[in-house]
């Protein structure tokens, strides 16, 4: 059933079903695939059915085929761009010390100096 789909073949093929963890696509009359949640579209799907329908044409990537247990790995995200990275990481960070010199003027000061402080105040 399975022996005539290879790794890394794109077809086309039809949802026929829906579940909470993927897309089940008819690849031909007798073999189905799955489209795993996770291989539906970069980024994170809270619910398949924003993206897809059963009877939807979908062009798919086949990531593996299981032949002892007749299954086929599908991707519709793997024929996709993948998004521009995030403009909001790509300035460096600042180490915690650079942060804090920035933000407090005196630094930390030791538990041992902070200490004497406290006793000083509370007058023991």
Known sequence: MTGKYEAGEELSGTVTGIQPYGAFVALDESTQGLVHISEITYGFVKDIHE????????????????ETDNKISLSIRALQEPPAPSKKFTRPRKSLQERVDEHDEKGFNSLKDKLRDWIDKSGY
């Open 51 to 66: 993206h897809l329908s059963v009877g939807q044409q979908v062009t798919v990537k086949v990531l593996e085929v299981d």
